[in-house]
């Protein structure tokens, strides 16, 4: 729900050249008539459609999951010290915006994080830090909302329990007001910061979940 401030932040224009206006970016469409995000969303579409439950039940094992996050940590850092670091979402190619979205579709896979690929492929592309960031919440939101209709089906035929209702709109509003506040600072952080922060937390991460694996 958090990630909602994306869509306060990112417009989408209806055609024409890519344009910064009253602190929010409009993004033209491409000749095909479907703008970045949409063209970015197709891939995650396709493959939780047709492979969603595939990954559940055969990637979700703490060992795929140690495995991506020290695979995604040195990614993490190969963008910072690889990417040009020059571009805004406004020059993004519909290639490239596919490309994009096929990263956030390979978030099914346990520890990689949706918005930590998207950014990353996207400063290979050559975007800055906060601007991969932005282009990554707001591709996250139809996703996301995707996601939660489709988990929204499947518990609608059953029975709730009493004084579920308000715990649920208590819980959207707490996760709306931290993810807001979260996601804004974040895309300020990432203004003036590397990932190596980032990088180092999940390979931390990864090595205690090997341990763990290990000695158990």
Do not use: N
Not at 86 to 97: C, D, F, H, K, V
Not at 165 to 193: N, P, Q
Not at 199 to 206: C, D, E, G, I, N
């Amino acid at each position: 729900v958090g990630q909602l401030y994306s869509g306060a932040e990112v417009r989408m224009g209806d055609k024409g050249p890519v344009a910064e206006e009253g602190g929010y970016i409009f993004i033209g469409t491409d000749l095909s008539g479907m703008s970045e995000d949409e063209i970015g969303t197709v891939p995650i579409v396709v493959v939780g459609l047709l492979f969603a439950d595939v990954i559940t039940s055969t990637l979700r094992t703490p060992a795929v999951a140690a495995t991506a996050l020290a695979i995604g940590a040195f990614v993490m850092l190969a963008a910072e010290r690889v990417g040009s670091k020059s571009r805004t979402e406004a020059t993004l190619s519909s290639i490239e915006a596919f490309g994009l979205g096929l990263a956030q579709a390979a978030a099914l896979v346990p520890g990689v994080s949706r918005s930590g690929a998207v950014i990353v492929v996207a400063m290979f592309c050559g975007l800055r830090r906060e601007r991969a960031a932005r282009f990554a919440f707001l591709l996250g939101i139809p996703a996301i909302c995707g996601a939660a209709g489709r988990e929204a089906l499947e518990l609608s035929g059953q029975a709730w329990p009493t004084g579920i209702t308000g715990l649920l709109v208590v819980g959207m509003a707490a996760s709306a007001v931290v993810g807001y506040v979260t996601v804004k600072y974040f895309i300020r952080y990432l203004a003036g910061h590397a990932l190596d922060a980032f990088a180092a937390y999940r390979l931390v991460l990864a090595a205690v979940i090997l341990v763990v694996l290990v000695s158990s």
